[in-house]
């Protein structure tokens, strides 16, 4: 296990540097001189030149990546343009809100997806399989922006149950964590029970029967902890969807967090901010995914660390 | 001078053998390629088939689009100003009094032309590298594993918008954008494949004769990579379709007043509680159009690729 997790991380560390590469190239590709967009357009030509040399942009491009890469990996993520701030103090304030957003979508988008999954799968073929099968499809082919007005429509315009925008409200919560949840639910289903299937397929759930163990017993013992390993490691995966979902589903809803930093910032062209959000997503998909490989390697003892 | 496969093969089968007779025989009861029986099964597959159906009439109301539109997708009509739908306008108009099923119609055509185009271009990033990774394994397939590791590492909406934001909107940037963000399902389906087909006698013994590597990988191991690729297009498609309109919803896509159903389902927004057909009409259409795909894409991936899960 060791060796194995060892290697795991080896092989991210040139997958990181690539990311770093990644999000330091995307100030190259605006066009037109960043220095000029940045101070007044009245300014003289000495004072931009003198501004280049003060930030270090009149040097080669090779050097600047490595005091960049220097600076971020002693946390500096630079100054934000617009609020002249540091980029991850602004993070630092905006990410409790994203993560009590992602976390309640994601338990809820978990609990639904893999207790209909689960239905589906045990009652294989009947009325309830097909309703759960059919509409999660449709669940998961929903634009997450078009979902959220539906809901603030019906639940917040329509029926005044719910506030339809800010946090502050109680309540307010419940229409963006849904609005990411349903698609979520919707391809977890299949996949559990996809999963499910082909567990109660194997010799071993014959045998199972056969000695008469309870249905309950039957189905969540023997069933469920073999189906669950591949939908552990989706829910590992999934995180940097989710994170991706929270740009469109907070600027709905007005809901403060990374997401809607990240628009705001890609609003008023504020490239360090932007930066410096890629790099946390990346750097947490990075993780997830070791997660992920870690999770199948410690529920399944039947993989042999490799 | 090289022998190919395709010469030997060919000379051997103009010999007169004793197994034509056998072949006489079997050629007169129909005989039907693998192709053949995967369609007829697809055929059979409902869900499948709805899908298709769907699909078919979004594109032939794209084709038609301008026949079918009651008005030009562009004409204002000030006097009609966010109407409600009615008989002279089936589903209303926005804001600018532009009739909105019209404006859905020509919608249509650039949500599946955008789609086919970032598929197609994903498709030519993607499989090559594939290829090559899988084929010559080694360094270059490290290379292009990290590679892919490090764009998969962005979610690609994400990632687009960050890219757009730099180089500026548009639709030709948002296509070319979304592609290069979202090639890696192909290089990484088409490796894995190529790796084992790699071990396949057929292949072993091209190589064993000296065929090249140019001639193996385009006559051996292209034709055998196509199906698996195929369920992925058909996977990828709504997808890309649903990335697109996103991007456009958040205004750094499609630009107005070019009808895109995500640009114009963001027009509606401020309006969502007086007249909430402009949003909700073009989000149905999307809906749909990815419903459609998503049904057609199981049903190919039943068919073709039944062990195939992702």
Same mark, same amino acid.
């Given at each position: 296990m060791q060796q194995y997790l060892v290697q795991r991380l080896l092989v991210s560390v040139p997958v990181l540097l690539g990311v770093t590469a990644i999000v330091f190239a995307i100030l190259f590709l =605006? %066009?037109?001189d960043p220095v000029r967009t940045m101070v007044d357009p009245r300014a003289t030509e000495e004072r931009v030149q003198e501004i280049r040399v003060q930030l270090g942009l009149d040097r080669p491009w090779p050097e600047q990546y490595l005091r960049w890469l220097g600076r971020v990996l002693r946390g500096d993520l630079g100054v934000s343009? =617009?609020?002249?701030? %540091?980029v991850a103090q602004l993070i630092a304030e905006q990410l409790p809100f994203t993560l009590r957003l992602t976390l309640t979508s994601f338990v809820i988008g978990t609990l639904l997806g893999i207790t209909l999954g689960v239905v589906a799968a045990v009652k294989q073929s009947s009325w309830w399989d097909h309703l759960i099968t059919y509409t999660s499809i449709f669940w998961f082919s929903m634009p997450g922006f078009w979902l959220g007005l539906m809901l603030i429509l019906i639940f917040? +315009?329509? +029926?005044?149950? =719910? %506030?339809?925008?800010?946090?502050?409200?109680?309540?307010?919560l419940i229409l963006p964590a849904l609005t990411l949840a349903l698609p979520q639910m919707g391809s977890l289903a299949r996949l559990v029970r996809t999963e499910m299937l082909e567990v109660l397929g194997e010799e071993y759930m014959k045998t199972a029967r056969a000695k008469g163990v309870r249905p309950f017993l039957l189905f969540y013992r023997h069933a469920l902890r073999n189906a669950i390993i591949p939908v552990a490691v989706l829910l590992f995966l999934n995180v940097p969807w989710l994170l991706g979902g929270t740009v469109v589903i907070e600027t709905i809803f007005a809901w403060p967090g990374l997401g809607r930093l990240m628009y705001q910032a890609l609003l008023q062209k504020d490239f360090p901010v932007v930066q410096g959000l890629l790099l946390i997503i990346a750097f947490s998909t990075v993780v997830a995914n070791l997660l992920g490989d870690i999770t199948t390697v410690l529920l399944d003892p039947r993989i042999e660390q490799a | 001078m090289t022998i190919s496969a395709s010469t030997t093969t060919k000379s051997y089968v103009a010999q007169p053998t004793r197994a034509d007779a056998t072949d006489q025989l079997l050629l007169a009861t129909p005989v039907r390629s693998q192709w053949q029986i995967d369609l007829q099964r697809l055929r059979r597959h409902r869900a499948a088939m709805a899908g298709l159906m769907l699909l078919l009439t979004i594109v032939i109301a794209a084709c038609l689009a301008p026949w079918l539109s009651p008005y030009p997708y562009e004409a204002q009509n000030l006097d009609f100003i966010r109407a409600a739908p009615s008989a002279q306008f089936p589903l209303g108009t926005d804001s600018l009094g532009r009739d909105l099923l019209s404006r859905l119609l020509h919608g249509a055509r650039i949500a599946l032309l955008t789609a086919l185009v970032v598929v197609t271009l994903e498709f030519a990033v993607g499989v090559p590298l594939g290829m090559v990774a899988g084929y010559y394994r080694g360094r270059l397939d490290v290379a292009v594993n990290t590679l892919a590791d490090v764009v998969w590492a962005f979610p690609p909406l994400v990632l687009a918008l960050g890219v757009v934001a730099a180089v500026g909107p548009g639709l030709f940037n948002t296509m070319v954008v979304i592609a290069l963000v979202s090639w890696v399902p192909f290089t990484r389906v088409t490796r894995a494949k190529v790796l084992s087909l790699r071990q396949r006698d057929f292949v072993q013994a091209s190589m064993a004769i000296g065929c090249t590597d140019r001639w193996i990988l385009r006559r051996h191991i292209l034709p055998n990579i196509l199906t698996t690729n195929l369920v992925l297009v058909t996977l990828t498609l709504p997808t890309v379709l649903l990335t697109v309109a996103a991007l456009s919803f958040l205004g750094?896509?499609?630009?107005?007043?070019?009808?895109e159903w995500g640009a114009m389902l963001s027009e509606g927004r401020p309006y969502l509680?007086?007249?909430p057909w402009i949003s909700t009409f073009p989000g149905l259409a999307i809906l749909l159009t990815v419903v459609g795909f998503n049904l057609l894409g199981d049903g190919v991936r039943d068919v073709f690729d039944p062990k195939q899960t992702w």
């Open positions: =605006t %066009p037109g343009i =617009t609020a002249k701030r %540091p917040g +315009l329509w +029926l005044r149950w =719910t %506030p339809i925008s800010g946090y502050r409200e109680n309540g307010a | 750094f896509g499609v630009q107005p007043p070019t009808p509680q007086n007249a």
